[in-house]
């Protein structure tokens, strides 16, 4: 069978109709206009695009939009005038983060923050909140200073509330971006394995708070925490580097001797140091699949415990990570410090990877959903979720926080007929109409806005109590005749 027009990474989604490659704006705003349904990738590393449209029946109107041919440059650095060696640097759309990364390295320069991996676009990063680790660090696109779009219409604008840089590509097609460097910088990665899980669970926040960068590796079955801790060389102290100033000591740690090459001790600059794998550097098998949830740090001890009560929870969760971001006030962000009731509180971003069997998939991660729902978990914009439009409504929905109802009136400013949209989230952006209407009659939102979508269906609701209703007027009406006939 021939091979798809386009699929992603992972091989789970099979794009069949129109690939478009344009290498001009000219052609970008030609696509564009001439679309009813447009569907922008970047290098393809979701395992979900939340926003795309159902791949079987497709009209011809609809395309797929790949602007890694054409958008791939680094456009400028611009060293900082203020003498701090920081700077800035604008780069299109498809520019992959390797490339970025080694030419501000080139420059001095650095991005605060890494993924593990390098080869996916800058756009794609900063649109689905990715993220690397760290206490003070948060999801990619809060580096950006702001960011050229094309809307629905052919009309390039600018963003720059940083409010709406996360918008999964709703508020249009990111042409180009301008982002925040700092100055380079150096780390040494140290291993430690065979770490207790009960005992580390409680210090989690104390030894993250300690480090530049950290990940730590859950094995349910044997109750162990493997640590891989990363730290700024200047800060490190040679006994720091091994017990982390005596908060590990009190545990059983080794030093890894693990000759794998992702978890080897390392010593470089911060491109070669914080992601897994490195420019050149093969990606993990495609016969896995992701899924993330972020939930508060403070919580993460209770998490582990309901995942842990998943029946079977060891075979079916064989590979969680754990890293950690600092809030954000990105509107459609799931670290957003609305989720958090202390703001000096960290996210935990649970990861968990799984063999690619998507039945199995979609009831495991259905499973740790549940288990998760206690601490309002959201998932990862570009990874696996089961979740329905009625919680998405219910975390950035237009009536879960101003912001959000400011971001929802934009997609529907930015692209009012839902050429960037699909049912999903249709399903949450359509409930704009009815808060901008609310806000024309009453003047504001109310305090608890009445009309979020629950789990019973309103319509339903309204149609059993007309149908009582009605029975119990017959009912009535049939015991004032029996009296009357006596
Ligand atoms: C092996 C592996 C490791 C990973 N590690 C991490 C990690 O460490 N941290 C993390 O947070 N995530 C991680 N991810 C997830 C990955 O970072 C995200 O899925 C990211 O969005 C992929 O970027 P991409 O360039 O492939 O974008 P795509 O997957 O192609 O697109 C992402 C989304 O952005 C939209 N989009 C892309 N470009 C544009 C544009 N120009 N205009 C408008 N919309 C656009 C797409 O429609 C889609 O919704 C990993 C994924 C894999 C496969």
């Given at each position: 069978?021939?091979a ?13 109709g ?43 109107g609809?395309?797929l ?25 604008v ?8 490339q ?34 760290g206490?003070?660090i ?10 050229d ?5 052919g ?8 409010r ?27 291993v ?53 100033g ?8 080794r030093?890894?001797e ?34 993330e949830f ?19 929870a ?12 600092k ?8 670290c957003?410090f ?16 799984f ?7 979609a ?26 439009g009625?919680?998405?409504?219910r ?32 399903q ?21 806005w ?13 149609t059993?109590t007309?149908v ?19």
């Amino acid at each position: 069978m021939a091979a798809p027009p386009w699929s992603n990474w992972a091989q789970t989604v099979q794009w069949t109709g129109a690939v478009q490659k344009p290498t001009t704006l000219e052609e970008l705003e030609r696509c564009v206009k001439g679309a009813s349904r447009v569907f922008v990738v970047g290098s393809g590393h979701s395992f979900h695009f939340p926003a795309a449209p159902p791949t079987e029946g497709l009209t011809s109107g609809t395309i797929l939009l790949d602007l890694t041919h054409g958008f791939n440059k680094v456009l400028s650095v611009q060293p900082s005038t203020e003498g701090d060696r920081s700077g800035t640097c604008v780069v299109e759309a498809g520019c992959s983060l390797g490339q970025l990364a080694t030419t501000l390295q080139k420059q001095n320069l650095a991005l605060e923050s890494m993924p593990s991996l390098m080869s996916i676009t800058i756009a794609g990063a900063v649109l689905t909140g990715t993220h690397g680790s760290g206490a003070s660090i948060s999801v990619m696109a809060t580096l950006v200073n702001e960011m050229d779009v094309m809307t629905a219409s052919g009309e390039v604008v600018t963003i720059r509330d940083p409010r709406f840089f996360l918008h999964v590509g709703l508020l249009g097609i990111v042409i180009r971006l301008t982002l925040r460097c700092v100055p380079s910088y150096s780390l040494h990665q140290r291993v430690y394995e065979h770490i207790q899980l009960q005992k580390f669970l409680p210090m989690a926040r104390e030894v993250v708070e300690h480090v530049e960068s950290s990940s730590f590796w859950i094995d349910l079955g044997r109750a162990e925490v493997m640590a891989w801790l990363r730290f700024r060389i200047e800060d490190m102290t040679p006994t720091e580097e091994l017990d982390v100033g005596g908060m590990l000591r009190a545990i059983p740690v080794r030093v890894s001797e693990t000759n794998d090459p992702v978890q080897t001790q390392m010593t470089g600059p911060w491109l070669d140091v914080l992601p897994f794998f490195g420019i050149g550097q093969s990606l993990p098998n495609r016969e896995t699949v992701q899924a993330e949830f972020f939930i508060p740090l403070s919580e993460v001890q209770q998490a582990i415990e309901a995942l842990q009560a998943i029946p079977d929870a060891a075979r079916h969760l064989p590979h969680i990570e754990v890293r950690v971001v600092k809030g954000d006030h990105l509107a459609l962000s799931p670290c957003n410090f609305r989720f958090l009731t202390d703001e000096k509180d960290l996210f935990a971003c649970l990861h968990f990877g799984f063999p690619k069997n998507m039945q199995t998939v979609a009831m495991t991660v259905n499973a740790i959903e549940r288990a998760l729902k206690p601490w309002g978990s959201r998932p990862h914009w570009g990874k696996l979720f089961t979740v329905s439009g009625c919680t998405l409504e219910r975390f950035c929905g237009p009536a879960a926080h101003r912001d959000c109802a400011a971001f929802w009136a934009l997609v529907l400013h930015h692209d009012p007929r839902g050429k960037f949209r699909n049912a999903l989230i249709d399903q949450v952006a359509r409930k704009v109409v009815a808060v901008q209407e609310f806000k024309q009659l009453h003047g504001a939102l109310p305090g608890r806005w009445p009309f979020h979508c629950r789990s019973i269906d309103s319509t339903a609701l309204a149609t059993g109590t007309l149908v009582l209703a009605s029975m119990a007027a017959m009912v009535l009406v049939f015991r004032r005749k029996m009296l009357a006939s006596r």
